[in-house]
């Protein structure tokens, strides 16, 4: 922000907290191999880091954000977007 820069645009952010535990998981696809989506999208409680990411960056600095988030659900559009949306 020092640098004047008015806002952020934030690809792929529901990929920012990973499954710790590093468990194989099951094949799902027709090549034998699993989806990344499964452990690496969208975990619980990545409210948190997208909380503070927003409190400590965006809102304090009254930054403009656009983000990419695959894999939210449409009853949770309002979590992400709007007035007291991350984004």
Do not use: H, W
Not at 33 to 38: E, H, I, N
Not at 62 to 69: D, F, G, L, P
């Amino acid at each position: 922000m020092d640098l004047e820069i008015s806002g952020f645009r934030v690809d792929a952010i529901t990929f920012i907290k990973k499954d710790l535990k590093f468990q194989s998981i099951e094949p799902d696809g027709v090549d034998g191999l699993a989806k990344c989506t499964k452990v690496s999208r969208n975990q619980p409680s990545i409210e948190i880091f997208l909380s503070e990411l927003q409190e400590k960056c965006f809102k304090s600095n009254q930054a403009v954000t656009i983000a990419e988030a695959p894999g939210v659900e449409y009853d949770q559009l309002d979590d992400f977007i709007g007035k007291d949306g991350f984004f």
